[in-house]
């Protein structure tokens, strides 16, 4: 039952026999996964949004907080909020390493967008117009709160 339920992504290429593409279909959802197919492009897109950017944004938050000359003090100050935020730099550094160099223009596109949403947030906050940084704390609220993840998560991915 280990993949019952669970996404796969192919992402075959040009190239890519459809014969082969639909042996791997077959395969996959005779095990019980649900298998969508992408673009190799669009899935390195997605990933850098939805995964390789929270990685690096952990890695560089926590880093960022430790190595300030009260950083253990701060950690022995830190909750649950942290704990969960920060959850996944505790990653396998090697495979972390080769996923962000090996996606490293996608994860850059998305970097630079988080880059302008927070300088947007950080504008208004020194303005000190708290009815528009409320507005946008609210926009975020209220689209993490009717966001829902898929019912089946990424088992894996092949090309």
Not at 85 to 96: E, L, Q
Request: hydrophobic share 45%; with cysteine; net charge neutral.
């Amino acid at each position: 039952a280990l993949y019952q339920g669970r996404q796969v992504i192919l992402t075959p290429l040009a190239q890519t026999d459809p014969v082969l593409v639909q042996k791997a279909t077959d395969v996959w959802s005779a095990i019980g996964c649900q298998v969508l197919k992408m673009t190799p492009e669009n899935h390195d897109a997605a990933f850098a949004a939805v995964s390789h950017l929270p990685h690096l944004l952990a890695f560089a938050y926590f880093s960022a907080v430790a190595r300030q000359p009260a950083g253990s003090d701060f950690l022995s100050l830190a909750g649950p909020g942290f704990r969960d935020f920060t959850r996944i730099a505790a990653s396998a550094p090697g495979v972390w390493r080769d996923i962000l160099i090996a996606n490293r223009e996608e994860i850059l596109k998305q970097s630079l967008r988080f880059r302008h949403t927070l300088d947007a947030i950080e504008h208004v906050m020194r303005s000190g117009n708290a009815e528009a940084l409320e507005d946008l704390i609210r926009q975020a609220a209220d689209a993490r709160a009717t966001w829902q993840m898929a019912s089946t998560t990424k088992a894996g991915s092949a090309r």
